[in-house]
């Protein structure tokens, strides 16, 4: 079965569940991303600036390198993206890159948004649950 790379924000509970039943699927998931905790984020950039860095300045720093590259392996070697929104700006660049390699990428977003995006059409589809992300993916 298909490889994903669950993409979505560290401050979000429902990933490792997500994940869970993804694999219950029968799918190769990585969500390991989501060990770091839902400030790993904040704890990079405070430590950064302790040591006197810009933000350009972390970014070429040891630990951005080795997030970055981890995260990339994952991406790269997964066939298909699903971002889980609420997500940031990580999660949107994550997704864009696998679709750019001419991967599958879904979405999965409240249906209640209230600030809606043309840009969502680059997706393979967009989806408002758990239910209708499965049926999608056994259609391919």
């Excluded at 060990?35 to 350009?56: E, L, V």
């Excluded at 080795?66 to 997964?78: E, G």
Aim: charged share 20%; glycine share 8%.
């Amino acid at each position: 079965m298909a490889s994903i790379y669950l993409i979505g924000s560290l401050r979000n509970p429902e990933i490792p569940t997500i994940a869970s039943s993804l694999r219950a699927e029968g799918y190769d998931v990585f969500d390991d991303w989501f060990a770091a905790g839902s400030i790993a984020d904040d704890s990079w950039r405070d430590y950064s600036k302790a040591k006197g860095q810009t933000y350009k300045e972390a970014l070429k720093d040891y630990a951005a390198n080795h997030v970055y590259q981890f995260d990339l392996h994952h991406i790269n070697r997964c066939d298909i993206g699903v971002l889980v929104l609420p997500a940031g700006k990580s999660g949107h660049l994550e997704l864009g890159y696998l679709l750019g390699q001419g991967k599958k990428g879904y979405i999965v977003a409240d249906p209640n948004v209230e600030r809606w995006d043309v840009m969502y059409l680059f997706a393979t589809a967009v989806v408002y649950t758990y239910e209708e992300l499965v049926s999608v993916l056994k259609v391919g």
